[in-house]
């Protein structure tokens, strides 16, 4: 039978609405594996342990040594973005990330492993504040991109969602090495959608490599993060001070140095434009909490509760599955009432969530602790897409690259300051009591990250967004 007009109509329709988002479903897949990575390595750290013959410093070392790399060279990473263009800075990220995923696939000790960490992390830096970038010039309908960016936060969600339950299934029925391999076939289907449908964009040749400035941002990172693993132990608590006022020295000249110099990594006057300077802060707390969090809570259940990795992917799923709910309604709320409500409420939700975890998790059942983990990914779901269209929306176009590359690195740095602090809190061996604590610390931070949101929310108001805000964000966000 002979199509009729509509019919022959609809298809190429639905071919160009496919192409036309490849760039979110590029994106979002590079998101996808970078969380997925994260959470299923924090699931794996116990066998890891056991079959590499690694203390706690050596796992947490595993953990930040990956997201120190990824902190301290996003700033960089979002300018190259914007010097070379978004697509070819987020290609180069992809393609190092899924090759340092098979080098940890075959590391032979936690050395290798710790190694091929780090060469992951520099991908993951490259790749992850181009993918907003590239959505970013991808799309010029304001109402679009804020879709797109709510589905590349869905798409980082889903992978938190299905990362404990999978990581665990991997890791028992197969073992550790299987969950940096799964990232491989998701790196090249993502290189391919990205060749196919992600325009160039127009790179600004005028942006500079700040070499010194991204040297003391390493440097400062790394002596931080030492300070916080080591001050826990005896035998390098002297080495942990020294490195502390090793990374106050080294913080100082950072600021000194991009305060004079003309091309910065890190331009210090854009932090006090409209709300990106308190939305990265905001980002910064947001993840020494949950990350630190998603660190203690893996070691703790299976270490104190006794449970297998596949049970402790399982007990974890309240809090993932309500993450990427959460996520979906913070996209919602966004779009009614602007950023800084989903920044506020969820945030609090979260720490509400955290402090019934702190006074009871410990004596709680599977089926009761569920309610706690719910609570907590739910308010840090809403919260998700609000900070990152809030850090968009306080610059020009241009400067989406660098924009997003300070909110990545303000959020990774939280990262690994949240593993390193709470990791100590919990001790070695693990302990219920130092568990506790780490709940409490992270409550309280959480608090604190609502807080800030809520000083922040009142300049919003005052200045409004720049252009790249849609008109049903500009009300009120209190």
């Known amino acids: 039978m002979p199509e009729t007009a509509a019919q022959s109509v609809s298809k190429p329709r639905s071919a160009r609405s496919f192409t036309h988002w490849i760039p979110a479903v590029a994106t979002g897949a590079a998101f996808f594996m970078i969380v997925l990575d994260t959470s299923i390595v924090n699931l794996a750290l116990p066998r890891i342990g056991t079959e590499l ?23 960089g990473a979002g300018a190259l973005g914007d010097r070379f263009g978004a697509k070819a800075t987020f290609m180069c990220g992809l393609a190092v990330f899924t090759l340092a ?15 091929s960490r780090i060469v992951q992390g520099f991908g993951a830096a490259l790749l992850l504040p181009n993918s907003l970038a590239a959505l970013n010039n991808a799309f010029a309908d304001e109402l679009r991109r804020s879709k797109a960016v709510a589905a590349w ?18 890791v028992q029925g197969i073992g550790w090495r299987s969950i940096f391999v799964v990232n491989i076939p998701v790196g090249l289907i993502a290189l391919w959608l990205t060749q196919r449908g992600i325009p160039q964009g127009v790179p600004d040749r005028s942006r500079s490599f700040d070499a010194m400035g991204q040297l003391l941002a390493v440097g400062t990172l790394a002596t931080a993060t030492y300070a916080l693993i080591g001050i826990s132990h005896a035998a390098t608590a002297m080495y942990s001070w020294v490195s502390g006022a090793t990374c106050f020295a080294l913080g100082l000249s950072f600021i000194a140095l991009e305060a004079r110099d003309e091309s910065p990594m890190l331009p210090l006057q854009l932090l006090h434009r409209r709300t990106l300077g308190p939305v990265a802060l905001v980002g910064l707390l947001h993840n020494v909490a949950i990350y630190g969090l998603i660190f203690v809570l893996s070691l703790s259940f299976q270490r104190l509760r006794g449970l297998t990795p596949v049970g402790a992917g399982l007990l974890f799923l309240p809090l993932t599955l309500a993450l990427g709910i959460g996520t979906r309604i913070g996209a919602v709320v966004l779009r009614n009432f602007g950023p800084f409500r989903p920044l506020i409420r969820g945030h609090f939700a979260a720490a509400f969530g955290a402090l019934i975890l702190a006074c009871f998790g410990q004596e709680l059942s599977p089926v009761a602790l569920a309610l706690p983990l719910v609570v907590i990914g739910a308010g840090a779901g809403i919260t998700t897409p609000a900070m990152n269209l809030a850090v968009l929306d306080s610059v020009e176009r241009t400067q989406g690259g660098l924009a997003s590359g300070i909110l990545n690195s303000a959020r990774q740095t939280g990262g690994v300051i949240g593993v390193a602090l709470l990791g100590a809190l919990l001790g070695e061996p693990a302990t219920s009591a130092g568990a506790q604590v780490a709940e409490y610390v992270a409550a309280g931070v959480l608090c604190l990250a609502s807080a800030v949101a809520v000083a922040a929310s009142k300049n919003w108001r005052l200045t409004r967004p720049l252009a790249g805000t849609a008109p049903s964000h500009r009300c009120s966000s209190t």
């Open 53 to 75: 013959h690694s203390d706690l410093a050596m796992l947490q070392w595993l953990v930040d040594g990956y997201a120190l790399v990824f902190a301290s060279l996003l700033l």
């Open 101 to 115: 995923s098979a080098l940890c696939g075959l590391a032979p000790n936690i050395g290798a492993l710790q190694i």
């Open 153 to 170: 936060a869905t798409a980082g969600a889903l992978g938190v969602a299905l990362g404990p339950f999978l990581g665990g299934l991997l």
